[in-house]
């Protein structure tokens, strides 16, 4: 049965990242020159993520980072520390608007003034890249857009839990004095540099979408979903 919309948000896109089933979009709501809270849009019929179909214009063509983007919706959806979750119309056509300048990226950075959510629980290759699940169960947003003071991105092989090993890109960074290594789930990133060899790659002038999963294993992990620099942008 179709979902009818009871209302739409038109949203700047900051993230339209892998994850299973699909994709992870979110971005934050816009409002005339200003922009507001964040918004992911999630479908209840594929385990919340956002498929191929669900995200295109009527022309064919996908959303992408740094549409601003309108989506028809049919209500919020929080689920746990994801509180802004809304659920689309899926039969609907999304519609674009235009495209970010780098400005209004930097206009759309958070001010966080203490840690990316909880520190001090790490993964065997990240840093302060976990939550467990009962600190997460207090915590009421789960995505932000940050200016880290340093960042590289680290392009290699990683060893899995049951044996061999995949290429991966992880986001070496420091933010408020506090160090990072968070995979990156950016597909744009990645088709830039899977194509290329592996190695650091130190990345200069650049906002990174910081998002909190949804609960795996008895943990939230934390992602770089989106790695935005100026030339990523329209021009003014």
Same mark, same amino acid.
């Given at each position: 049965?179709?979902?009818?919309?009871? %209302?739409?948000?038109?949203?700047?896109?900051?993230?339209?990242?892998?994850?299973?089933?699909?994709?992870?979009?979110?971005?934050?709501?816009?409002?005339?020159?200003?922009?507001?809270?964040?918004?992911? /849009?999630?479908?209840?019929?594929?385990?919340?993520?956002?498929? @191929?179909?669900?995200?295109?214009?009527?022309?064919?063509? !996908?959303?992408?980072?740094?549409?601003?983007?309108?989506?028809?919706?049919?209500? /919020?959806?929080?689920?746990?520390?994801?509180?802004?979750?809304?659920?689309?119309? /899926?039969?609907? %056509?999304?519609?674009?608007?235009?495209?970010?300048?780098? $400005?209004?990226?930097?206009?759309?950075?958070?001010?966080?003034?203490?840690?990316?959510?909880?520190?001090? #629980?790490?993964? %065997?290759?990240?840093?302060?890249?976990?939550?467990?699940?009962?600190?997460? !169960?207090?915590?009421?947003?789960?995505?932000?857009?940050? @200016? /880290?003071?340093?960042?590289?991105?680290?392009?290699?092989?990683?060893?899995?839990?049951?044996?061999?090993?995949?290429? $991966?890109?992880?986001?070496?960074?420091?933010?408020?004095?506090?160090? %990072?290594?968070?995979?990156?789930?950016?597909?744009?990133?990645?088709?830039?540099?899977?194509?290329?060899? #592996?190695?650091?790659?130190?990345?200069?002038?650049?906002? +990174?979408?910081?998002?909190?999963?949804? +609960?795996?294993?008895?943990?939230?992990?934390?992602?770089?979903?989106?790695? +935005?620099?100026? #030339?990523?942008?329209?021009? @003014?």
């Amino acid at each position: 049965m179709s979902q009818e919309p009871k %209302y739409t948000k038109t949203i700047l896109c900051l993230a339209n990242s892998r994850r299973p089933r699909g994709r992870c979009v979110a971005g934050k709501e816009v409002s005339g020159n200003k922009f507001g809270a964040w918004i992911r /849009p999630v479908n209840a019929q594929n385990d919340n993520a956002i498929s @191929e179909s669900d995200m295109q214009f009527e022309n064919g063509i !996908a959303a992408d980072v740094l549409d601003v983007l309108t989506i028809p919706m049919v209500l /919020p959806s929080p689920k746990g520390h994801q509180t802004e979750n809304h659920l689309i119309a /899926p039969d609907y %056509y999304w519609t674009k608007q235009s495209r970010a300048t780098w $400005r209004q990226v930097v206009e759309a950075t958070d001010a966080v003034s203490g840690t990316l959510w909880p520190n001090g #629980d790490s993964s %065997y290759h990240g840093q302060n890249d976990k939550v467990s699940e009962a600190l997460a !169960a207090s915590l009421d947003h789960s995505l932000v857009l940050i @200016e /880290p003071a340093t960042l590289a991105l680290i392009v290699g092989p990683e060893s899995l839990y049951g044996g061999g090993s995949r290429r $991966r890109i992880r986001a070496s960074f420091t933010f408020k004095n506090a160090h %990072y290594n968070f995979v990156v789930t950016d597909p744009w990133i990645e088709a830039q540099y899977f194509a290329g060899a #592996d190695g650091d790659f130190q990345i200069g002038n650049a906002r +990174i979408c910081v998002s909190l999963s949804e +609960i795996i294993n008895g943990s939230a992990i934390k992602l770089v979903a989106t790695v +935005i620099a100026p #030339d990523r942008a329209v021009e @003014e």
